[in-house]
């Protein structure tokens, strides 16, 4: 078992930043691949970024290029996603997930294990 625990979440105006974190327990963080994904009121979930299980190697979806990195840190067992120039239409639940596959899946099916959750919600 993995327990995921999400935080920073919180109320921003459009074009200002937050910084997520995600704090990893239970088994051997570094052998699993993160990911971030989010879900709007009335919307399907949605992937947002996945990290390889090293921190090499990263994917986003094309609405978050260029905005959102994530980033990890093996040692903490923690995962971060930090969005910077945030707009409304990012307003979302954002949950981590924990995939113990290799690949840089996008899927939600594919991850094994989930945080609870953490509001973000952009003003504008």
């Known amino acids: 078992q993995v327990q995921l625990v999400e935080s920073g979440g919180g109320l921003v105006q459009a074009g200002g930043s937050l910084k997520l974190s995600c704090v990893a327990s239970?088994?051997?963080?570094?052998?699993?691949?993160m990911g971030w994904f989010r879900q709007a009121p009335g919307k399907e979930r949605e992937f947002v970024a996945v990290?390889?299980?090293?921190?090499?190697?990263?994917n986003y979806v094309d609405s978050v290029k260029g905005r959102f990195t994530i980033s990890r840190d093996n040692a903490k067992n923690t995962v971060h996603l930090q969005m910077n120039s945030l707009k409304p239409e990012d307003t979302a639940v954002y949950y981590c997930?924990?995939?113990?596959?290799?690949?840089?899946?996008?899927?939600?099916?594919?991850?094994?294990?989930w945080g609870q959750g953490t509001q973000v919600t952009v003003s504008s």
């Open positions: 990290i390889t299980r090293s921190g090499r190697i990263s």
């Open positions: 239970g088994r051997t963080f570094s052998d699993y691949t």
């Open positions: 997930a924990a995939d113990s596959g290799r690949i840089l899946s996008t899927t939600p099916k594919r991850y094994n294990y």
